[in-house]
Structures are given as structure tokens and as C-alpha cells.
């Protein structure tokens, strides 16, 4: 069965083009695609608002909200609140080692607001809050409260000239049968959410003119929270002895362009992780590749980047030290075919941290690949496929074994979304996820239905 997952993988991975948010003329419906993650099948979709469960390293911006006609002033207001029911027949994601699946109802609230502030008719400053609660009939002991706070300054010269900044404070969660979630507490055997608060802040500088330059930076700070918290103390269990931490990042991009809207580029990426507690995971990341970008060229938009990434522990363990390398690719691709169509791929691979005793991080290669047509100005039908492969640094012991984990998430699905305004649209979702692994006790499957609404003024 795995054999069949990965060679479905390498299709995908090997398509050059795809499709994703809906319609095409000017007076078509244009809805918003939630990108789709392989830890993330709980997580309800809306077709206006979306909502980012984790922090991104190199990104900038915030959903930017255009529709809607509410004014005070010169400020623009932008109020949106969703609404989803969803069922699982595998709510805590474990398999039946853990004494078998347990299915639930839970509801979606999803409230925010989004105040953007024009400045000389060409820069723009943008509040936002967004909100993603989850309620469970069950157990409620597995309610979700994530909620971000982002401040987003978008300054646009004249010569090609964009700044961005960001700062954001956000309430998030793992997600249970991602990499990083662990098992434990609970009622009734169910898992418990590793819960975080971070803040972040940093800026984007990027010229586009005969050349091509872009700066960047951020800071993430880590503090986990909850019930899998723990204590300070080294060598103790818990969130906040294992994961606690800052991330910095630095990247500095310089090409030229060789076509209208497209350029070619050198990068060198930087990244520091400096943990608060367990300090045999601090590391230095640096990556260098070449990659391009493009704008409506054979009706597509994207950017590529491919090089090699090399991964530096910064202090002796019994774990090991020294410099682990891979190869590294980021890429985005949009594509629309046709007028009613559009399709959208990416594709990855890169280190991340992890959470397994005895590894210091995982490399996960993968692909994502989303498809939305629309039937009529309203109905759309949507398809969507993910396929990721995560290999551990280190040998762990488990399931009487000790051999380097590997694993397999699968996860696709479809729907149908109805935009009946511009303003206000319904989705009936389906997704079925799956992790295969050389350990036994962490395998699972589970499918999800969900239906939403949600209004975005």
C-alpha cells in the first residue's frame, strides 16, 4: 500500500501545473483556498476567511481582505465570523494500540475583524485578529481556543520598492497525529493538545526593477502552555523543557530579471534555533540555492527555489553532534487553464524540529496539490491531495525496536463550495488522512466530514 502512496506522490510531485480557488471572469466568484496540510484534516475550511494555525518562518503578510464596503473614515472594515459542524471517526488520531478510534462531533467558530488603513493612496497598514475555537461533544478537554493579534505595514514605492513588516502574537496548538504532537492526558483516554504562545516580528525589503534584491528577517519566540507543559527542570518531561525556544531568521536574495515579470536569483538562507531548556537541540541552520520568480507567464504565477541545506548542532551530546546536509527545495505554483479553473501545486523539503526522544529533528519531503473548477458563477467543485515523507535524524527505540522512524502521511478529499455573495459562502468538505510507519503503534487513518458557513463584510 505504501508503494502505491509514493508512486502517486511522484505524479503529483512531477506535474508542472494545478488548480485551486474558484472562478475566472471579472464577475465571477474568486473564493479563498485553504492550503492543505497533511497535520491539519481537523481544522475546518471556509471559502472567504482562512485561519494559520502555526507561525511561518519567511512569511510577511496577512490574508488581505477585499471584500466588503464597510468604511469609518478612511479606514476600512472588514468584520467575518464562520460557523462548521464536523465529524471524525478518529478524534485523537491514534490507532487501536492506544485502545482504538474514537469518533466525535465537534463545532467550528471562527470570529475576526480586520481594520486596513490606507496611507497616500498607495501604502496600507493592516490590523488583524482572527480567532479558531473548537468545541467538542464529547470531551471537552480537547477544545481548541487559538486566536492571532497581526499588525502588517505594506509600503509600496515607486521603482519596484515593497516593505513589509509584521508583528504577531498568537495562541495556537499542535494538531494530534502531526510530527510534533505527543499522546497523554486527557478524560476518557483522549490526547491532549500541545498548546503554545509565541510572538513575532520582522520585515521584507524586496526591489524588482532590471534587478532583483530581497532582505528579509523575523524572530519567533516559543512558550508552550497546557496540560503537556511540564516543568523547567533538565531532563524532565514536558513541552516547556523540550521546545521552548527562538527561532531568528535571516535571508538575502540577488538576481536580475530575464523576462516581463520574471526573475532569476541567488539566496542564502539563515536560521538559528536557541532553546530555552534543552540546549542539546540548539542548532544553526544555512541554506543556499538558486530559484526564479514569475508573474503571468503561460497564464501561471510561482516561484521555485532548489539548493542544499545543512543543519549544524551547536554543542556535543550524547545524541551525537556535527552537520547534517540535504537537498532543499520550496516551490508555488499557480496555474489556470482555462477561464472557469485554476490549480495550484507545492512541493518541499526541508528540516524540522521534532519532538521523538533521541532525534534532534526530521527531514519531510512532500507535495500539496489543490483543484477548484467552477460548475457556474456560484457552485464549485474541489479536489484536493497531499502526499509527505518524514525521515528522522537519529534511531529511536519503540514497539520493542530501535531503528530511525520513518513515515508517510496521505491525505486527500474533495467538496463542494457554494459562494452564494461575494460576501458569504458554504462548503461541504470531506478528507481522509493517513500516516504509515516502520513503527507499528504510531500508524493511523481517519476521515472527516464537515460542513461550514461563514460571512465576510
Known amino acids: 500500500m505504501r508503494s502505491v502512496k509514493q508512486i502517486v506522490a511522484v505524479m503529483v510531485m512531477a506535474a508542472s501545473v494545478c488548480v485551486v480557488q474558484g472562478a475566472g471572469a471579472a464577475d465571477e466568484i474568486t473564493p479563498v483556498a485553504a492550503p492543505l496540510n497533511p497535520f491539519l484534516t481537523q481544522q475546518s475550511r471556509f471559502t472567504n476567511v482562512t485561519y494559520d494555525i502555526y507561525p511561518s518562518g519567511y512569511g510577511f503578510a496577512v490574508q488581505e481582505l477585499t471584500e466588503g464596503n464597510i468604511k469609518a473614515g478612511p479606514l476600512k472594515v472588514h468584520p467575518h465570523f464562520g460557523m462548521a459542524e464536523n465529524y471524525t471517526n478518529n478524534v485523537t488520531r491514534t490507532d487501536n494500540t492506544f485502545g482504538g478510534k474514537k469518533s466525535d462531533w465537534y463545532t467550528t467558530y471562527q470570529p475576526g475583524l480586520q481594520i486596513q488603513l490606507p496611507v497616500l493612496g498607495r501604502h496600507k497598514i493592516i490590523v488583524d485578529y482572527r480567532a479558531y475555537l473548537e468545541r467538542y461533544s464529547r470531551d471537552a478537554t480537547m477544545d481548541v481556543n487559538d486566536q492571532t493579534m497581526s499588525l502588517n505595514p505594506i509600503l509600496m514605492f515607486p521603482g519596484g520598492l515593497t516593505v513589509k513588516l509584521l ?66 527542570v533538565p531532563g524532565a518531561a514536558g513541552d516547556i523543557n523540550t521546545r521552548n525556544r527562538q527561532e531568528k531568521y535571516d535571508a538575502l536574495a540577488l538576481g536580475g530579471r530575464v523576462a ?143 531503528a530511525v522512524r520513518e513515515d508517510s502521511y496521505l491525505t486527500f478529499g474533495g467538496g463542494l463550495w457554494y459562494q452564494i455573495q461575494p460576501w458569504l459562502g458554504a462548503r461541504l468538505n470531506y478528507l481522509y488522512t493517513e500516516r504509515l510507519s516502520n513503527f507499528i503503534s504510531t500508524q493511523y487513518n481517519a476521515n472527516q466530514m464537515m460542513v461550514s458557513l461563514q460571512a465576510q463584510f
Not at 298 to 324: E, L, N, P, V
Open 167 to 232: 508583528g504577531e502574537l498568537k495562541n495556537g496548538h499542535d494538531y494530534r497525529g502531526s510530527a510534533t504532537s505527543a499522546l497523554g492526558g486527557g478524560t476518557s483516554g483522549s490526547s491532549s493538545i500541545n498548546q503554545f504562545y509565541n510572538k513575532e516580528y520582522g520585515g521584507e525589503v524586496t526591489l524588482k526593477s532590471q534587478t532583483y534584491i530581497q532582505v528579509q528577517h523575523k524572530y519567533i519566540d516559543y512558550q508552550f502552555t497546557g496540560p503537556l507543559a511540564g516543568t523547567r
Open 260 to 402: 516581463p515579470n520574471t526573475y532569476l536569483y541567488v539566496k542564502g538562507l539563515y536560521q538559528h534555533e536557541i532553546y530555552e531548556v534543552n540546549k542539546d537541540l540548539d542548532s544553526t541552520t544555512l541554506t543556499f540555492a538558486g530559484g526564479s520568480t514569475w508573474e503571468g507567464l503561460a497564464k501561471s504565477t510561482g516561484s521555485f527555489d532548489i539548493g542544499w541545506q545543512t543543519r549544524t548542532m551547536d554543542r556535543a551530546s550524547d545524541r551525537g553532534t556535527g552537520a547534517y546536509g540535504t537537498m532543499y527545495f520550496n516551490g508555488n505554483f499557480s496555474w489556470k487553464p482555462q477561464d472557469q479553473t485554476k490549480v495550484n501545486l507545492s512541493v518541499y523539503r526541508r528540516t524540522n524540529e521534532t519532538v521523538l526522544a533521541a532525534t534532534r529533528f526530521y527531514t519531510g519531503t512532500g507535495t500539496t496539490f489543490d483543484v477548484n473548477h467552477a460548475i457556474t458563477k456560484k457552485w464549485n467543485v474541489t479536489g484536493q491531495l497531499m502526499y509527505e515523507h518524514d525521515t528522522y535524524s537519529g534511531p529511536t527505540t519503540a514497539d520493542n525496536m530501535t
